[in-house]
């Protein structure tokens, strides 16, 4: 039981790292791919179920970003969107410029 909970202090750690990163949109790869080997090692040594791991990355996630998983993935989705449908607006529409001064 002791190494379960060592376990979950490091896991929280390592979240809790990774998903401030996320927030200052400097997250890595390499974080992401020892996040998940990681996971996968508690899950082959049967420490942990899908379920106890799942409520405890929710649980960690909501308590950075004050969201579920996916609500986060909803409104970052909904922001993406906003930025695609600005980018098609042609720049010198965005921006004010006359097209008859340059002629």
Request: charged content about 35%.
């Amino acid at each position: 039981m002791a190494n379960k909970q060592r376990y979950i202090d490091v896991l929280t750690r390592i979240l809790n790292d990774h998903y401030n990163d996320v927030k200052r949109d400097c997250a890595s790869k390499e974080r992401q791919r020892y996040i998940d080997g990681y996971l996968i090692a508690a899950r082959a040594l049967d420490v942990f179920s899908f379920d106890e791991l799942k409520k405890t990355i929710d649980e960690i996630h909501i308590n950075v970003f004050g969201k579920t998983i996916q609500e986060r993935r909803l409104s970052e989705d909904g922001k993406s969107d906003q930025s695609d449908n600005f980018l098609k607006i042609p720049t010198y529409v965005r921006e004010g410029i006359s097209l008859k001064d340059k002629l």
